[in-house]
């Protein structure tokens, strides 16, 4: 079933509670993209199936897991298949560069990239920091993994020094639409350019990434469709990895 928002009112004609038995009564799994995080664990609490968060306002685990299978098939070494090799191998002491606003896409970053080895940098403009529960947690399984995390920096060009991928995404999420404006004024010197990126001493075979939409302000069109960037390949690999999702519930499930 696809339940879209003029289906169905989470939490407004209807208790997430009760959403949450309803559905799970009628499906084997749900994914489900939803605005405050606490939507999420509410539907997981009173669920009685498993539960995929496609989207909350503090993460967007999916979206990495096609990062991570993205940039896991650009550096499989030639003559190598990709499911033959881990990407804790392929992935190691990679450091990725974040520019941007401190949003779910971030916080998931910062969770996952120790997992496989990566280190990472990271710029937001003052006020635009990553949430600091997570950020201690991230600092904690990075130094547990043995890989940096390091900023927040406020200068993009000190993320992006020694960068060998460089990652952004919208500004503006969604409900923050009227915020634009000065969205726009506080993100003023963070649109990634070409010469940007070289000037600021990142690896001479950088890649880029972006989940998509992209707007113009965030990245110009010698960056986001030049050979460095790899976010069409990132897009198609979000079919595969939420396919590879859904197996992985269907099996819990034991089918």
């Not at 992935?91 to 990239?113: E, F, P, T």
């Not at 010197?189 to 890649?207: C, D, F, N, P």
Request: glycine fraction near 6%; include cysteine; proline fraction near 4%.
């Amino acid at each position: 079933m696809f339940l879209g928002s003029q289906d169905i009112q989470l939490g407004v004609n209807e208790s997430l509670l009760d959403t949450s038995k309803v559905v799970s009564s009628m499906v084997d799994g749900i994914m489900a993209r939803v605005g405050a995080h606490s939507e999420i664990e509410t539907l997981a609490k009173y669920s009685t199936v498993p539960i995929i968060n496609a989207l909350s306002d503090l993460y967007h685990p999916t979206q990495i897991l096609a990062d991570l299978m993205t940039l896991h098939e650009l550096y499989t070494p030639k003559g190598s298949e990709p499911h033959t090799i881990s990407p804790a191998t392929t992935l190691k002491n990679l450091r990725l560069a974040w520019v941007g606003d401190g949003n779910n896409i971030l916080h998931s970053l910062m969770l996952q990239l120790p997992k496989v080895g990566m280190h990472m940098t990271m710029a937001t403009p003052k006020g635009y920091e990553p949430n600091t529960a997570i950020l201690k947690q991230a600092r904690n399984n990075a130094l547990e993994a043995g890989t940096e995390l390091l900023g927040a920096f406020h200068d993009p060009k000190e993320a992006l020094q020694d960068a060998d991928i460089i990652v952004t995404d919208t500004w503006i999420s969604m409900g923050q639409e009227e915020e634009k404006k000065q969205r726009l004024q506080d993100f003023a010197g963070y649109q990634l350019t070409r010469e940007m990126i070289e000037a600021s001493g990142a690896k001479a075979g950088w890649k880029f990434l972006h989940c998509l939409p992209r707007k113009q302000e965030e990245v110009t069109d010698d960056v986001f469709y030049s050979p460095h960037s790899h976010v069409f390949q990132e897009a198609e690999n979000r079919k595969w990895t939420i396919l590879a999702c859904i197996h992985q519930l269907l099996v819990k499930k034991g089918f």
